[in-house]
């Protein structure tokens, strides 16, 4: 199978990224203009949740662009979008939950958080060095056979790191829908489905990004088969 051949394997995890991307955007757009009955904010509700988990330092910051909500845990510090921030939708409400989610994985020390975290630093490597290596050792031919497989190591944590995303985000919303209802932010089915629907939604970006992800290793090593 030849180096551009082997990029077949890719398609499935491509057409799941697309579909995720635009199911995601689709969703947001919808709930992004249901106001939830009590009209309270995304920055009201992550703080209304934080604070009943004892999380009351832990400091809310408003952040530019789109859906770029996170929690950092280094700086022990939830930023939010603008929409998210000061909008009382059920899409703006459950990303706040989800990143409260977050905050309160960190506070009580949840190992796959903590995995995640320590991963960071040697993905962010392999993103960045594994295919240059891998391009290296195809031009250096069989002497460049240690920088293929170096580049290849290095992507396997990049997969590792989104194996162990996938749960840690789960895990986020599952804690999202149970803050919503303890808060008392959010009551009756159609409030509960709608935050469901949102959190659902970005759940598939963490399975196309992992599908994505060993697609690629998986086509790493049809081309070192190949070189063999």
């Not at 009201?44 to 330092?57: F, M, S, W, Y």
């Not at 040697?122 to 391009?135: F, M």
């Not at 994505?212 to 070192?224: D, E, I």
């Amino acid at each position: 199978m030849g180096y551009y051949t082997s990029m077949i394997i890719l398609i499935p995890a491509i057409i799941l990224t697309v579909y995720a991307q635009n199911k995601v955007q689709r969703t947001y757009r919808i709930y992004a203009k249901i106001r939830n009955r009590l009209g309270m904010s995304g920055g009201e509700v992550a703080r209304r949740i934080l604070d009943l988990n004892g999380l009351g330092a832990v400091p809310i910051m408003r952040t530019q662009g789109v859906l770029t909500d996170n929690y950092n845990p280094i700086k022990k510090t939830m930023f939010l979008s603008e929409a998210v921030y000061g909008s009382p939708s059920i899409a703006s409400i459950a990303i706040a939950a989800h990143e409260s989610g977050h905050a309160i994985q960190h506070a009580q020390g949840y190992n796959l958080l903590k995995i995640r975290n320590s991963i960071v630093p040697v993905a962010n490597i392999g993103s960045r060095l594994s295919w240059p290596l891998l391009v290296l050792g195809i031009m250096m031919g069989r002497g460049g056979e240690i920088f293929f497989n170096i580049g290849i190591i290095l992507f396997l944590a990049v997969v590792v790191f989104h194996l162990v995303t996938l749960p840690v985000e789960l895990d986020a919303s599952k804690r999202a829908l149970v803050q919503l209802e303890a808060a008392g932010a959010i009551s009756g089915p159609d409030e509960i489905s709608g935050a469901k629907n949102v959190l659902d939604a970005a759940a598939l970006t963490y399975l196309a990004a992992l599908s994505t992800s060993v697609a690629t290793l998986a086509r790493m090593f049809l081309m070192r088969g190949r070189r063999d």
